[in-house]
């Protein structure tokens, strides 16, 4: 009897637990899953993207590059790079420079292609206007010509009363002359000053370079040599060091530089509204004070002056 007692507990025991495990299951599928990470991503209202702050500059213009031909010695100098982000922020402009001696610089505006002249001889550029090709000439700044050499000086350049009677002693003392050769408004400054001009076939201490005056600079370095270089390609360049500047802002020395649209009369495709945007803007007040102020923290010393 005793053992058909337990057997009838035991059973009721196994139908209990049964019954337990079949409300748990039913009680799991009734309740909702927990929401994962991404679900509550997707359930949640999406948020605004953030956006960068506008940059304030300037909208880019219909025909946004000028194609700027300019002398070397803006270039060399670092004047242009200094100047050519202002320029470009404040008007949506990009410039596409070429530079070299004025004579090319100006024969690129002759064949059409360049917008605008950025040079430094006044008759090259009095007679590229009379042929038609630029309706004026803007002068708009100077810096000036300065004669280097070697430090002992043997012609005795530093004592000289002005660039001629400086030349004159370098001729006549037969010392090494580099000149630009190239037509360049440098080399057309220097055949100016001299009172009988040098024949390179036959002056052996005439040296003919064809070579912008960073190259000439090298090669006066080279054969410590005189050469007669604008003052602030010289303090900007990397050997200055191995020469001294000797003479300096005599009036014969005075370099001009000026602005040339080309005309579209001439070339019809020039981009004259943004040649006339880029003399503009070198008119306006923050490019006479950039212009004004290059070279100070650099060199102790103003390096151009606006007219």
């Known amino acids: 009897m005793k053992k058909i007692t337990s057997l009838f507990l035991l059973l009721i025991l196994v139908l209990g637990m049964t019954s337990c495990s079949s409300s748990s299951q039913s009680a799991a599928s009734e309740t909702p899953a927990a929401s994962t990470p991404e679900a509550a991503t997707e359930a949640s209202p999406s948020e605004p993207e953030a956006t960068e702050p506008e940059q304030d500059t300037a909208e880019a ?27 470009e922020a404040d008007t949506g402009y990009k410039l596409e ?10 024969e690129k505006g002759r064949t059409g292609d360049a917008d605008l002249l950025l040079v430094h001889a006044k008759a090259s550029e009095e007679e ?16 000036f010509f300065v004669i280097v050499g070697p430090t ?12 001629s009677s400086a030349f004159k002693a370098i001729a006549e003392g037969g010392y090494t002359f580099i000149s630009r050769g190239d ?33 000439c600079i090298n090669m006066a370095s080279e054969q410590q040599a005189y050469v007669l270089t ?57 490019a006479t004070q950039m212009i004004n102020e290059y ?11 606006v007219e």
């Open 61 to 87: 213009p219909e025909n946004p590059i000028i194609r700027l031909s300019t002398t070397t010695s803006v270039n060399d100098s670092g004047l242009l790079p200094y100047l050519q982000p202002a320029f």
């Open 97 to 106: 420079i070429t530079s070299a001696g004025t004579g090319a610089a100006i």
């Open 128 to 143: 590229f206007i009379a042929e038609g090709y630029a309706p004026e000439r803007i002068p708009f700044m100077y810096n």
């Open 152 to 163: 002992d000086d043997p012609a005795g350049v530093a004592s000289s009363e002005n660039a």
């Open 183 to 215: 037509d360049s408004g440098t080399h057309k400054a220097e055949l100016k000053i001299w009172e009988t001009e040098p024949n390179p076939e036959t002056d052996k201490w005439y040296v003919s370079a064809g070579a912008g005056v960073g190259a």
């Open 230 to 286: 604008d003052k602030a390609t010289y303090l900007s360049h990397e050997l200055k060091d191995t020469l001294s500047l000797l003479l300096e802002k005599s009036d014969e020395m005075k370099n001009t530089y000026s602005m040339l649209a080309v005309s579209p009369d001439k070339w019809p495709d020039t981009n004259i509204d943004g040649a006339n945007a880029f003399i503009e803007w070198m008119l306006s007040d923050k």
């Open 295 to 305: 070279g100070i923290a650099e060199y102790g010393e103003q390096l151009f002056f």
